[in-house]
């Protein structure tokens, strides 16, 4: 068998079923199902059924209906609104000022949310009319919440960390706590940039925030507190050995409707709102993923990863080579498919690559959420930039333009990342050590 007509008859057959506007994952199947038909003698039909059950049946999976149920909570109750109000006292002194709400408040969201789009939209919702108000530039308030919404992909519990792992088999825990140091990184960069343009633009600064005692610093404070200790709660649990990602999720999921209860915005609308958007994105996610196991086993039975990690193996490649071709492939990439599509349609082929190179899949990890984080900001179809058009009403060129200087803070964020691998291997191979010791 060719292996390289294995390969256009696989991606033709999967364009040709992604440009019918199929869904994402079934397409993955229709990919598989030939793939198994054309190039091996097993039945198609037991295998798909087989490998979706297993995969539909895996643990390490309850986890993300959970977290995305949590972020749901906190995005239809009052919870994300007193965040902002407890943040924005002590941010108002920086430099840069209010802007840095969209940055902390996105950091903060990430932990309790994992996607970028609930994070964009609840912090958008919040901050844009707040920064509008108080006279602050349209492509700043604009651009920085673009590139500091991906922070939901990067931060744990990130959405897209569990899918990776769950597709090579790998600790979600570790992933999380690689994820940890990167995005904190990553945040500190968007707020230097804020605090630079404070500096260079002076003509463009709003006019100075009423002064505040102290005393009324701590009283707005308040509202920050029980989302703080939300996240203090389920992500430390899992830092500290005491639960696992899903009993660390569940936690999520009954202390967010704890608070919301407290707070008086929990209510039967709320609650079912919250439970059916936690649904449909969780049953979207599901069978993208599906359709990826089933694509990773057609792939196995044709030879073909393992075909082409020889074949990148002859070129004699370094690993630090084989990464700038990632990161332009997946950058590619990225501007046709999400983020979570791009890592389970890749994974079957790259993994055997990356291993075969000798990086760390755990590192591998944090790399392809950066730059899966680029492709969000990025036309035609980055999809943070049509969520930012229908919260905003400006043009996609416009809103695009406004991201160019956050998408180069993330390549300089990879950059970093390669010449310092630890950053993202330090937190999980220590707390490993502890936990053994």
Known sequence: MSELYATLTFLFVLFALLGGSVWVGLALMGVAWAG?????????????????WTGASSWTLTALPLFIWMGEILYRTRLSQDMFRGLAPWLRWLPGGLLHTNIAGCTIFAAVSGSSAATLTTVGKMSIPELRKRGYPEHMIIGTLAGAATLGLMIPPSL???VYGVTINESITKLFMAGIIPGLILASLFALYIMGWHFLFKDQRPEPEPAMSLPQMLSESRFLVPVLLLVSVVIGSMYLGYATATEAAAVGVLGSLALAAMQGSLNWGTFT?????????????????????????????????????????????????????????????????????????????????????????????????????????????????????????????????????MVGLMLLMVVILVIWPEIATWLPDNIRQVSSG
């Open 36 to 52: 198994m038909e054309m190039f091996t003698t097993r039945p198609a039909g037991d295998a798909m059924i087989t490998t979706i």
């Open 160 to 162: 897209t960390l569990i």
């Open 273 to 405: 709102a919250s439970l059916m958007g936690a649904t449909r994105t969780s049953a979207m996610i599901s069978l993208i993923l599906m359709g990826a196991f089933f694509l990773s086993l057609s792939m196995g039975f044709t030879g073909l990863p393992r075909h082409l990690a020889a074949w990148i193996d002859s070129l004699n490649m370094s690993p630090t080579m084989l990464i700038v071709v990632l990161t332009v492939f997946y950058v590619f990439l990225g501007m046709f498919l999400d983020g979570i599509s791009s890592v389970v349609l890749t994974m079957a082929i790259v993994e055997p690559m990356i291993r075969q190179a000798g990086i760390d899949v755990i590192w591998f990890g944090i790399f392809i959420v950066v730059v899966v984080e680029m492709a969000q900001v990025t036309p035609p179809i980055g999809f943070n930039l049509f969520v930012l058009q229908g919260m905003t009403r400006h043009e996609i060129s416009y809103i695009a333009k406004t991201a160019v200087p």
